[in-house]
């Protein structure tokens, strides 16, 4: 959703269309413009003389890029606690908890997830399941199956997270860290740690916000109102197969989506991933096969 129209609507309402649209298909916090960086699994790569100069963090951060390639299927968590002071005239204050848990097949890609939402008390669960030629969706207050059109399910499949199905290219966003990140081994695990509040955060953060408050670059007004109190950024992965195994990025910040009026924004994103090449096959439930297909459904009434 467009952070200008917060400007002509009442902003509660907007946050709840926009955690909804984050509750279908959070969309990707790292992933750059098609035009630019080409298909989603084209990833940009540090020079050799950047590994060299900076510390292991640095060479940690390719070696985990590299592994996460490697997954061809895995299970995965994701977690998003959002909470914004200021809203309202000031006065308000509005929560959003988002749990996701899923499996992922790549080639071709195949999701299985559930995600349960909490905006301002309000509480929705919703399962979905893509593959190849077809994009379900449950809903357990009704239930019921559905079946996404192709058109709309090409939609929200283009906008899934590169958190759920694209680990590398994720990844790739932590490399914008990588002057002030560490890296110390622990046994079989490598755990990569940022905190800081300099430039490097805000860009982290700018590119984060694209996804968790719908703000783009292209709105310089709002990006340039970004003040930065706090970032703590910590990436585990295992030492040996180099896989990404955890993530948690922590901030706080204030950012004026409206002029001269600022929202605080509390925020933490954490996930995991398991059952690394290993994770149960993906299938769809045969209740999910019944489900009324609208492109059919379209031709017979005769809408196409």
């Given amino acids: 959703m467009n952070i200008a129209n917060y400007r002509n609507h009442d902003l509660r309402k907007s946050l709840r269309a926009l955690a909804f649209g984050f509750l279908l298909c959070l ?4 992933r750059d413009d098609s035009s630019a960086t080409g298909s989603r699994n084209e990833l940009p790569s540090a020079s050799a003389s950047d590994i060299a100069n900076e510390d292991s963090a640095t060479a940690w951060i390719e070696k985990a890029i590299a592994g996460a390639q490697s997954m061809t299927k895995y ?3 994701l977690q998003m606690h959002q909470k914004l002071t200021g809203t309202e005239g000031g006065k308000g204050v509005s929560n959003v908890r988002i749990d996701m848990q899923g499996r992922v097949e790549r080639n071709p890609l195949k999701l299985d997830q559930t995600i349960v939402s909490d905006i301002d008390s309000d509480k929705t669960t919703l399962r979905s399941v893509v593959v190849p030629d077809a994009y379900y969706m449950y809903l357990p207050e009704y239930e019921e199956w559905s079946k996404l059109s192709k058109d709309v399910a090409a939609e929200n499949i283009a906008t899934l997270s590169d958190y759920q199905v694209n680990p590398e290219r994720a990844l790739t966003n932590f490399r914008g860290l990588r002057g ?3 890296a110390e081994q622990d ?3 490598v755990i990569l740690r940022y905190e800081g509040t300099g430039q490097e955060a805000k860009i982290f953060l700018a590119g ?3 996804s968790t408050l719908g703000v783009t670059g292209e ?3 709002i990006m340039d109102s970004l003040a930065v109190h706090k970032l703590k950024v910590i990436v585990t992965m295992d030492a040996g197969r180099h896989w990404p195994l955890s993530y948690r990025i922590e901030s706080n910040m204030t950012i004026e989506l409206e002029p001269g009026k600022k929202t605080g924004v509390d925020q933490t994103l954490a996930g995991t991933y398991s059952k690394h090449n290993v994770s149960a096959p993906i299938t769809v439930p045969k209740e999910a096969e019944q489900a009324l ?3 059919e459904l379209g031709k ?3 809408l196409e």
């Fill in 219 to 221: 709105q310089s007004d």
């Fill in 300 to 302: 017979e009434l005769g």
């Fill in 180 to 182: 002030a990140l560490t």
């Fill in 75 to 77: 299970g995965f968590e």
């Fill in 187 to 189: 046994g079989g695990a």
């Fill in 27 to 30: 969309a990707a916090c790292s």
């Fill in 293 to 295: 297909d609208p492109d």
């Fill in 208 to 210: 984060l916000l694209e």
